[in-house]
């Protein structure tokens, strides 16, 4: 009789020798042990040493964590959202919903979510953070682990980890953490629907997309035009059938981007918030103007005034990523990327279309190429720690890419390529040197980087050689971990560093400063932020500063008690979202980079050259200031109307209360108007405003004439008006 004998255990290609998998239960306890073990025929290695990488991310992302402070921007909306669920839907930066913040309210609704189960304070907004940051390793590990290997896998993931400016923005409330891991969803489901030819995975791509735009807009979609193309190209399935779906993919990624913009934009605009940073009062302009071309082409866009072109990281131009400011936030690796990226696609030049690494190439090729290009040339605002969303297109093209290289290299199989791996680790080893020669002296720390660095790579070059010609592949094998190492080096000192700094701010950064102008200055000593002030007359010594090391927890509002201000939440104005403002720009010593002028001012009272002689442009909004509004609100529904959404993020985070910003993040929003501002006024839902003399801007300059006429000055706060129902006409 026949008996057909049971399949082989398929081997994969170019990847390490497994071993040999036992027979599997199925049940939970042999689920429970795979997930501790990896899968039967995994490197016995690979777990453990994942595992290993993911306990080094999420100790480098949380390391000390009631030391960070946050963006008060930020974790002023997400307050405000723990109070009104209108202004949670919204992204409202106050509990009134006066007006929303400058970006779409997915990252505020997953750290407001946080802070209403476990309450308002530093580690409760910082959860998602650190979670979507290891959790974001972990998927690129499996994304790049399925095509390439475990080894190409374990290094993508390392990578990843130690990116500096990835371990400074995860240690920070900024959205870009979240926009990343959704990136990278999108990406996973992609190239399932790649393998597989199937529909929904094409689907559920579109969702993580759209989810992703509803965290950061346009940054969302940069990768786009690699999917598509991947996808196109690669992807099993008649040219028809993949037109198909990609055009329903793309029904799914519109309907999940835009599903709140229409509902916000269909609300009546005297039913819910002014959106911040647009021109017209709509979502549509946000997106297309401050959020999109704004970015790009700056001030000079015809689309979306609001783009300053303010830049955090240096003159626009395709060095920006490797000039002092940029360098060592992220192209350590970025040599190494571009070289594995061409000779890896060389090296699967004939494989057939479908082939599935030479698609990872590609999708990973093109997330790198178009970030590069989009972050290097963009003339509007422009902060370092965008470049995250760059950083698993590096991390995996520097595993998967020098897997690749590694076995042609060792293998003798494309003699002519034979090169290029060594070439490969002696660029970015003597990129690393460089790098770490601009910050020497700046400590022992990076000293020693850069003598690993040099001494690994030569070790590397020349062990890889020798062995080449010797035919003694354990050498090549000593050579290429020696050549992890010398790579990583440098990174891994940097995320030290921005691990171990007390707070990030608005401006994170890692490393020592290396930056002039509006750059890297603002990150000197692993991105720590400025103090905000001036210390020019009339500085209240006792505010309290964020960042100040007691211990205290982020935001958390201060009891009403006479001139307390305890919880530390009195953090400085100059907290910075996204925009180019001067505010950003303010050094620790006080000075501005960017020459608007900041004298005279408090944490609170920042001047922006733009505010349209509104609030906080030189005026001080002191804690005895708020503790007087806090006494006389009077049952007013807002504490207080200021300029910008810098000054009234930190009243809100100190008093607790709703504050009206009249001119969003610039001070040049139209969200205020005269008319607005009596029916307020005569409603009791607002009884003072702050103003200024600068008497800039047509219809601010109208509030403040009408404010000064027709208000009660408060002696004791210059620039304080009390308004009441009498006093509209």
């Known amino acids: 009789m026949t008996t057909l004998a049971p399949p082989p255990v398929p081997v994969q290609e170019d990847g390490p020798r497994h071993r040999a998998a036992p027979p599997a239960d199925g049940g939970p306890a042999s689920r429970a042990k795979r997930l501790f073990t990896g899968a039967p025929d995994d490197p016995r290695w690979a777990r453990p040493a994942l595992w290993a990488i993911l306990v080094l991310a999420t100790a480098l992302y949380a390391w000390n964590l009631s030391s960070i402070t946050g963006n008060t921007f930020y974790d002023a ?49 910082m959860l998602p953070m650190v979670a979507v940051g290891t959790g974001s390793v972990a998927l690129l590990y499996r994304l790049v682990k399925r095509d390439f290997g475990a080894v190409a896998g374990t290094i993508s993931a390392l990578a990843l980890t130690l990116t500096p400016i990835t371990v400074a923005i995860t240690r920070d409330t900024n959205p ?32 993580a997309i759209g989810f992703a735009f509803n965290t950061k807009m346009m940054q969302a979609y940069v990768v786009l035009p690699a999917f598509f193309l991947v996808y196109l190209w690669a992807a099993h399935g008649s040219l028809g059938r993949r037109i198909r779906n990609l055009a329903v993919g793309t029904v799914a990624l519109v309907v999940s981007s835009a599903w709140w913009m229409v509902v916000v934009d269909l609300i009546p605009a005297s039913s819910r918030p002014y959106i911040g940073g647009s021109t017209d009062n709509t979502v549509w302009d946000l997106v297309i103007g401050y959020n999109g071309f704004g970015r790009i082409f700056g001030a000079s866009s015809s689309v979306g005034s609001q783009g300053n072109g303010a830049s955090f990281g240096g003159d626009a131009g395709l060095y920006r990523m490797f000039n002092e400011i940029m360098g060592g936030q992220i192209s350590w690796l970025i040599p190494f990327a571009a070289i594995a990226l061409v000779a890896g696609l060389v090296l699967r030049g004939r494989a057939p279309r479908t082939d599935a690494r030479r698609a990872a190439l590609l999708l990973w090729g093109g997330w790198f190429v178009l970030h590069y290009l989009t972050f290097a040339l963009a003339e509007g605002t422009f902060h370092p720690y965008y470049v995250t969303a760059m950083a698993p297109g590096i991390a995996a093209l520097a595993g998967a890419g020098g897997v690749l290289l590694y076995n042609a290299f060792r293998d003798g199989s494309a003699a002519k390529w034979g090169w290029v791996l060594p070439a490969a680790i002696a660029a970015s080893s003597v990129w690393g040197i460089v790098l770490l020669q601009r910050v020497s002296g700046s400590g022992t720390l990076y000293t020693v980087a850069e003598v690993v660095t040099g001494v690994a790579g030569a ?89 100040s090391g007691d211990g205290q927890e982020m935001g958390r509002p201060p009891s009403n008690s006479g001139d307390s201000t305890s919880g530390d939440s009195s953090t400085t104005s100059g907290s910075s979202a996204e925009s180019g403002t001067a505010e950003s720009g303010t050094t ?86 005269l008319a607005k501002l009596k029916s ?10 702050v103003v200024s003399d600068s008497g800039q801007g047509s219809s601010n300059s109208e509030i403040s004439t009408w404010v000064k006429a027709n208000g009660t000055a408060v002696s004791d706060y210059s620039g304080l008006y009390r308004l009441d129902a009498s006093d509209v006409s």
């Open 680 to 689: 307020l006024v005569k409603a009791g839902k607002l009884h003072y405003i």
């Open 459 to 547: 070790a590397s070059v020349i062990g890889l050689l020798v062995g080449r010609f010797t035919k003694r592949q354990r050498l090549m094998g000593v050579a290429a971990l020696a050549a992890v190492v010398a790579l990583l080096a440098g990174p891994a000192a940097y995320s030290a560093s921005a691990a171990g700094s007390s707070t990030n701010g608005t401006n994170p950064t890692a490393g020592p400063s290396t930056g002039g102008g509006m750059g890297g200055g603002m990150g000197g000593g692993g991105g720590q932020r400025p103090s905000g002030t001036a210390g020019g007359p009339g500085t209240n010594s006792g505010e309290a500063q964020s960042g």
């Open 588 to 673: 620790e010593s006080g000075t501005t980079e960017s020459g608007t002028a900041e004298s005279g001012t408090t944490e609170s009272g920042t001047t922006d050259s733009r505010t349209g002689g509104m609030g906080g442009g030189g005026t001080q909004v002191s804690s005895a200031m708020i503790t007087y509004l806090k006494k006389n609100q009077d049952g007013a529904t807002w504490l207080v109307a200021v300029a910008t959404d810098q000054t009234a993020s930190s009243i809100i985070l100190e008093s607790g209360e709703p504050v009206i910003s009249m001119g969003g993040w610039s001070g040049s929003d139209n969200a205020m108007t």
């Open 176 to 207: 870009d953490p979240i926009l990343v891991f959704l990136m990278l969803l999108g990406a996973a489901a992609l190239l399932k629907a790649v393998r597989t030819g199937r529909l929904m995975p094409l689907v559920w791509s579109g969702v």
């Open 77 to 125: 909306a997400v307050y405000s959202g723990t109070k009104s669920w209108k202004a949670f839907f919204f992204g409202a930066l106050d509990a009134g919903s006066f007006i929303t913040v400058d970006k779409p309210p997915f990252a505020l609704w997953m750290m407001g979510l946080s802070a209403r189960v476990f309450g308002y304070g530093t580690w409760q907004l």
